[in-house]
């Protein structure tokens, strides 16, 4: 029998009340994480996969209400739990890094301090005690000199180790969830990949499940276990990483797979990209919402809105044309 997973998302609807309409930012999403895994969530922004991520933390505020669906965390309805029940869990049971630093942390507190606040919060360990986890912490985020970086200013320190400060405030009480929202936003890539690395240790470690949200298909390539493709507040495509890369089914999922730069591209090189935007979420296109910007859309595309429907037991995308899609790929 398989393990019940941690964290049960069901038709999840989060909505905004705006002046020009309802924006549907979550549109029926549904989706799995269990302990030790990794699920990848892309999409372009607009797409609703940070939304999706402040829905689960409970951090959504008027004018936005989760409209309908279901959230558990190892089978408790986190939708029922009052503020005071969220904030335990917050940071305890289930955290989240967010990707601008500079604005999560508070400019004028020393960031051992920040940390030590979180243990605070939800620990019994006395000021001395709390003084060495965070150190240990800084230690563990391979933060070189832990002990007077502790007593830094968030501006005193490079990008790359305020976001280790911010993972160390987000494990400092071990939770079994880790949200990631754009991890390595603004880093250059071999501090992206220390990054990295640093969260696979810890996910290792701590047998965590672990979401990482982005708008880059190459993130995850070697990140994640899963991934989900988001487009206009839907889950469109579902799929183990390998088989994703190997068959994409989606023409959205085929776009950003064929963005992505190729080590035989020259500079000069001038990349494919998607056509058009993300539409407008109050007021959405009838039949489906990609076939604006889709290849591959015909009339029917343009009148019926595709249901997310399994294509193998492990992989379900939205579309009318998936065998066709498919069968062309192959061949």
Do not use: W
């Not at 230690?139 to 200013?153: F, G, K, L």
């Amino acid at each position: 029998m398989a393990p019940e997973p941690l964290l049960r998302v069901e038709d999840l609807q989060t909505q905004f009340a705006t002046e020009t309409g309802t924006v549907r930012s979550v549109d029926g999403v549904s989706f799995t994480l269990h302990a030790g895994e990794t699920v990848g969530i892309v999409g372009e922004s607009g797409s609703g996969k940070t939304v999706t991520s402040l829905s689960i933390m409970g951090l959504i505020e008027n004018p936005g209400r989760i409209a309908g669906g279901r959230i558990a965390y190892l089978d408790e309805d986190l939708l029922g739990k009052s503020r005071a029940e969220m904030d335990r869990l917050r940071g305890n049971d289930i955290s989240m890094v967010f990707q601008d630093s500079l604005s999560s942390l508070n400019p004028t507190m020393k960031v051992g301090r920040q940390i030590g606040r979180v243990l605070r919060d939800h620990t019994d360990l006395g000021a001395r005690q709390r003084r060495r986890r965070v150190v240990e912490l800084l230690r563990q985020m391979n933060i070189p000199e832990p002990e007077t970086r502790a007593e830094s200013y968030p501006h005193e320190m490079s990008g790359g180790m305020r976001q280790r400060v911010l993972i160390a405030m987000a494990i400092a009480c071990s939770p079994k969830v880790l949200i990631l929202d754009e991890p390595t936003t603004a880093l250059d890539v071999t501090i992206e990949a220390q990054i990295f690395e640093l969260i696979d240790q810890l996910r290792r470690d701590h047998d965590m499940g672990t979401i990482l949200i982005t708008h880059d298909l190459s993130v995850v390539a070697h990140a994640c276990d899963r991934v989900l493709i988001m487009y206009a507040g839907r889950v469109v495509e579902e799929a183990p990483t390998p088989t994703l890369y190997a068959r994409p089914l989606h023409p959205y999922t085929l776009g950003l797979l064929d963005s992505i730069p190729a080590g035989h591209q020259t500079p000069r090189t001038r990349l494919p990209s998607i056509p058009g935007e993300v539409p407008d979420l109050a007021h959405l296109p009838g039949g489906c919402s990609f076939a604006p910007r889709c290849r591959f859309a015909t009339d029917a595309c343009r009148r019926e809105d595709p249901a997310l429907r399994r294509f193998d037991p492990d992989h379900r995308a939205a579309c009318l044309r998936l065998e066709e899609i498919h069968d062309r790929a192959a061949g």
